[in-house]
């Protein structure tokens, strides 16, 4: 008889003890194709394992709302609650460890971890299994602190204190900045500044008050080490000052926090800014595909991974716009990106989402050769010309300011399916070079002719529905793709619907933020959305895009196409279980959207 497998959660907290109990009471049932195994309202009294083929529950209406594959665990709910809520049956011969609930009941009552499978939350089994990647070697910028980091005390000089005094102080203290007081304002002033200062023979006893810099670049002592890296990224700087509860405490210099988390995305960003050549720009993009690869090995998740690319892919496209277009377009122009880029929520390479809008009164003549050279160039670093043509290659996407005005117009009071389409790549717009205020002002000019029409609102709201299967988000599990493969698409049935509904509640709402996270955090502080809701759907949608990322690097090591279309039968049981309870909360989440703009009407 095979033996049970102790390797698959929540069975794997267990210790010596708790497993030979398990071992003397667990039973094996056989289950023919169709035959059911748990009736709606029937008594529950084992927990199931499947050992052998596959189960299904069912929802009253039919619809498959979870499949159970070898190593899955089923009912666990409906054992607490002592009856079964839906049908579950065999979808073909099925072979089923029964464990006896009573043995169930006395392993929850003596194992907190065992225990804690049954009663948490999605949200927190999302976070557990970010957990289980703590025993890797380093721990993760992602979890740590700026307390953690190497943060140095902050030396304070007065205002009227000289150069001389600041460069006695650094020599002194070890350090290379010092930070200066001033009556309402804190400056500071480096060793840069120092190298500046003899370059143009300024006096050594010049006040520091005349040549610090005041606008001080902060992380707070309690932020994530992550997001000062993505700071010092940004802004191209050596060190951001370390704030704790509003006061400068210290300062976080770079060779720290590289020294702390070996990455080098910080030389990339300086790399970025002094590249001369599109060639150097081809080398640097080709870098960045090593760094996610190492980032995500070192559990670096998703979500951050999203961010920091964000801000790189940002600067290497502005560098290539500013080698490509004359000095002219560049300052009379907005080069935008749009989609999952614009968004801050892709990592590797995708396809090229971008528009330009030029300022008003600025000639067009020429500007398509500097937008078709751009586009090659972007193309020759790896990102992918867009199918649907939306890139500065196509003269639809490069407008004028009046141009896009009327394009935006149309969009809204011509609504098609392509003009809706247009218009949600549009809403998710971020500025990568050029004068922000143009998309700034398209977009004030969008929301002020969207004025409270309902109707708009629900159509463009209807898109969540439109990948849905037949059968459900689950039912395409049981059917075939690739190879024989079972496969289900990460971005139609999960990430697009999220990502959609929450783009149509910002949309009526006229939020400035394109990233879905921020969205949401937005609209559920606002009471436009329930808070549980949006948070559990926060955390549904970084497992998504995990997911994704897993895949999209596998397949690159294959060298294989990147696609979003996942073979279920390889997730380990935790993510099987876990891509469950993320599709349940995309059901709950979408049956909200439909409800909020009534888009079952159009």
């Known amino acids: 008889m095979q033996r049970f497998d102790f390797s698959h959660p929540p069975f794997d907290v267990l210790g010596p003890a708790e497993r030979s109990r398990v071992e003397q009471a667990v039973d094996i049932l056989y289950f023919a194709a169709e035959a059911v195994i748990l009736a709606p309202g029937e008594a529950v009294e084992h927990m199931f394992v499947v050992m052998k083929g596959m189960a299904c529950e069912r929802a009253d209406d039919g619809e498959i709302v979870a499949v159970f594959r070898e190593n899955d665990t089923f009912d666990s709910r409906a054992l607490i609650a002592g009856r079964a809520g839906h049908r579950i049956d065999a979808h073909e011969e099925t072979l089923l460890f029964a464990i006896p609930k009573a043995v169930v009941m006395a392993l929850i009552d003596g194992n907190s971890l065992f225990a804690?499978?049954?009663?948490?939350?999605?949200?927190?089994?999302?976070?557990?299994?970010?957990?289980?990647?703590?025993?890797?070697?380093?721990q993760t910028i992602l979890t740590a602190s700026v307390r953690d980091a190497v943060v140095k005390p902050a030396v304070f000089l007065p205002a009227d204190a000289t150069v001389f005094d600041a460069a006695v102080a650094m020599r002194d203290h070890k350090?290379?900045?010092?930070?200066?007081?001033?009556?309402?304002?804190?400056?500071?002033?480096?060793?840069?500044?120092?190298?500046?200062?003899?370059?143009?023979?300024?006096p050594s006893d010049t006040p520091l008050d005349a040549l610090c810099r005041f606008e001080l670049i902060t992380v707070d002592i309690d932020d994530y080490l992550f997001d000062a890296l993505l700071i010092m990224t940004r802004h191209i700087i050596q060190r951001v000052v370390v704030t704790e509860e509003g006061r400068p405490v210290g300062v976080l210099e770079q060779i720290d926090l590289l020294s702390y988390f070996s990455n080098h995305s910080h030389l990339i960003a300086q790399q970025l800014e002094v590249a001369d050549s599109l060639d150097a720009l081809r080398a640097v993009a080709a870098q960045m595909e090593t760094l996610i690869a190492m980032l995500a090995g070192h559990g670096v998740k998703a979500r951050e991974l999203a961010r920091l690319m964000q801000a790189l892919n940002?600067?290497?496209?502005?560098?290539?716009?500013?080698?490509?277009?004359?000095?002219?377009?560049?300052?009379?122009?907005?080069?935008?990106?749009?989609?999952?880029?614009?968004?801050?929520?892709?990592?590797?390479?995708?396809?090229?989402?971008?528009?330009?809008?030029?300022?008003?009164?600025?000639p067009l003549d020429g500007v398509m050769v500097a937008c078709e050279a751009f586009s090659a160039a972007l193309a020759d670093f790896g990102y992918p010309p867009c199918p649907g043509r939306i890139m500065v290659n196509n003269p639809e996407w490069v407008q004028s300011q009046t141009g896009f005005r009327n394009m935006l117009y149309r969009w809204i009071y011509q609504p098609d399916e392509a003009a809706q389409m247009k218009l949600a790549i549009f809403v998710d717009a971020s500025t990568v070079a050029g004068d922000a205020s143009l998309l700034q002002q398209a977009r004030e000019y969008l929301f002020g002719i969207m004025h409270d029409d309902a109707s708009y609102f629900a159509r463009f709201a209807r898109a969540v529905d439109q990948f849905d299967a037949p059968m459900g988000l689950l039912s395409q599990w049981l059917g075939s793709g690739r190879h024989g493969a079972e496969l289900l698409d990460l971005k139609k049935t999960g990430i697009f619907p999220i990502v959609h509904g929450v783009r149509a509640y910002a949309l009526e709402s006229g939020l400035d933020d394109t990233n879905t996270f921020d969205r949401l955090t937005a609209l559920a502080a606002a009471g436009r959305l329930d808070g549980?809701?949006?948070?559990?759907?926060?955390?549904?949608?970084?497992?998504?895009?995990?997911?994704?990322?897993?895949?999209?690097?596998?397949?690159?090591?294959?060298?294989?196409?990147?696609?979003?279309q996942i073979d279920a039968a390889r997730l380990s049981t935790l993510e099987r279980d876990l891509l469950k309870d993320a599709l349940a909360v995309v059901k709950r989440f979408k049956t909200i959207v439909r409800h909020h703009f009534k888009s079952g009407a159009f």
Request: hydrophobic residues 45%.
């Open 175 to 202: 350090v290379r900045s010092v930070l200066v007081g001033a009556t309402d304002r804190v400056g500071i002033f480096t060793t840069s500044d120092c190298r500046d200062v003899i370059i143009n023979g300024t």
């Open 314 to 362: 940002g600067k290497l496209f502005a560098r290539a716009w500013e080698l490509i277009a004359p000095a002219g377009l560049f300052a009379n122009s907005c080069l935008v990106v749009m989609g999952s880029e614009g968004r801050g929520e892709q990592i590797i390479k995708t396809d090229q989402d971008n528009a330009l809008i030029v300022r008003d009164g600025y």
């Open 532 to 564: 549980e809701l949006a948070h559990d759907t926060a955390e549904a949608l970084s497992f998504l895009l995990e997911l994704r990322l897993a895949h999209g690097l596998e397949a690159q090591k294959l060298g294989q196409k990147v696609d979003t």
């Open 116 to 138: 804690a499978f049954f009663f948490q939350s999605a949200a927190q089994k999302f976070a557990a299994l970010a957990g289980r990647g703590n025993n890797r070697e380093l």
